[in-house]
């Protein structure tokens, strides 16, 4: 999973032409600690697309100008507009991440 640094990186990521899977998180958050140790699965099953996170502190703006309210949140965007959202509620197991990945790309 590719760590992006930059609003800039960010921006350029999202315009692929292929769907690609971008994980928001922040150092401090146990939810993301605990989603860490179950996402190398889930990178396993859905290695066909590209993978990155954003720690949500450390790029500021970002989290609110694409609605996410709570971390871990799991974002998808192709060709600039984010395709779906899986909000903190919903990430705290490898069985929810996979079957909201397999019902937004097949």
């Not at 994980?23 to 179950?38: E, G, I, N, S």
């Not at 396993?44 to 450390?58: A, G, H, I, Q, R």
């Not at 909000?87 to 937004?104: D, G, N, R």
Request: aromatic share 12%; with cysteine.
């Amino acid at each position: 999973m590719e760590h992006i640094q930059t609003e800039e990186k960010f921006n350029e990521v999202i315009q692929s032409e292929e769907p690609v899977i971008i994980k928001f998180f922040a150092d401090w958050c146990p939810d993301c600690k605990r989603m860490d140790m179950f996402i190398g699965e889930v990178l396993e099953e859905f290695n066909n697309y590209k993978w990155y996170e954003v720690n949500s502190d450390e790029v500021k703006g970002l989290a609110e100008k694409y609605e996410v309210m709570g971390i871990p949140s799991i974002l998808i965007f192709q060709n600039g507009e984010k395709k779906a959202h899986q909000h903190s509620a919903y990430t705290k197991s490898p069985e929810s991440v996979t079957e909201f990945l397999h019902q937004q790309l097949g």
